[in-house]
């Protein structure tokens, strides 16, 4: 059983910066992936980014260059930095965890996008970027 909490979320101007944290105590899994998902109004979950324990970690194509996805391990807290946000980056950003797949060809691989295949969910932190 594991607890997810997020924190850092805020309204800033176009062009501004934010950094999300997601705070997690509790068991996830042996090999964990995390990741950030977004939620606008009327809008579907979608995938933000994700990272492993040994720091694999992948980005939506919308957001590459402009956020970075981090952790400290020893404070058992998740990161993502926002830069360069856009009004179309407005959203509710939940943390997730999920199971890291295992292939018998090639081992552990990065982690989906997919919100399906995460099942310990953070209750979300709201982003708004005025224009």
């Known amino acids: 059983q594991a607890q997810l909490v997020e924190s850092g979320g805020g309204s800033v101007e176009s062009g501004g910066s934010l950094r999300l944290s997601c705070s997690v105590s509790?068991?996830?899994?042996?090999?964990?992936?995390m990741a950030w998902f977004r939620q606008a109004p009327g809008r579907e979950r979608e995938g933000v980014g994700t990272i492993t324990s040994d720091d694999t970690i992948t980005y939506a194509d919308t957001v590459k260059g402009r956020f970075t996805i981090s952790q400290d391990n020893a404070k058992n807290t998740v990161y993502l930095q926002m830069n360069g946000l856009k009004p179309e980056d407005t959203a509710t950003y939940y943390c997730a965890a999920g199971r890291r797949e295992l292939y018998y060809r090639s081992g552990y691989g990065s982690c989906s996008h997919d919100a399906a295949k995460y099942n310990y969910w953070g209750q979300g932190t709201q982003v708004t970027v005025s224009s």
């Open positions: 509790g068991h996830t899994y042996s090999r964990v992936c």
